[in-house]
C-alpha cells in the first residue's frame, strides 16, 4: 500500500508540471509541431493528475487539509486537459486588441 502523503506528492507535481507548461505555451507555439507534442503532454500529465488525485481520494489522503478536495479537482483536470487540446490555430476567439498584431499593424502602416 502507498502512502497518502507519497500519492498527494505525486498529484501537487504534476498538476505543477501542467500549470508550468500551460504558463509557456505562447512560447512554444512558435513552432506548431513542438505546441502539439506540449498540448499532448499537458493533456497527459492532466488526465494522469485527475486519475492521481482520485487514488488519492480512495485511499483516505487529503489534499492541503481538505479530503473532499481531490475529486471535484480530478475533474477540473480533466475539463482542462480537454481544453489543453484545442488548438486555436492562431485565431482571434476574443474579438479584442491583439498585442502580436498591433506592432506589425503599426510597421505596415
Not at 1 to 18: K, N, R, Y
Not at 22 to 44: C, D, G, H, M, Y
Not at 45 to 58: E, N, Q, T
Request: glycine share 8%; with cysteine; proline share 6%.
Amino acid at each position: 500500500m502507498v502512502d497518502p502523503a507519497t500519492i498527494e506528492h505525486l498529484a501537487e507535481g504534476l498538476c505543477g508540471i501542467s500549470a508550468i507548461l500551460f504558463t509557456f505555451i505562447a512560447t512554444f507555439s512558435r513552432s506548431p509541431p513542438i505546441e502539439r507534442f506540449v498540448q499532448n503532454l499537458i493533456a497527459a500529465s492532466l488526465i494522469a493528475a485527475a486519475g492521481v488525485l482520485w487514488w488519492l481520494s480512495l485511499s483516505g489522503g487529503e489534499l492541503w487539509g481538505s479530503n473532499y478536495l481531490p475529486k471535484p479537482l480530478s475533474l477540473v483536470c480533466i475539463v482542462i486537459a480537454i481544453s489543453a487540446r484545442m488548438n486555436l490555430k492562431g485565431e482571434n476567439v476574443s474579438f479584442g486588441a491583439n498585442p502580436h498584431t498591433i506592432g506589425k499593424e503599426s510597421a505596415e502602416e
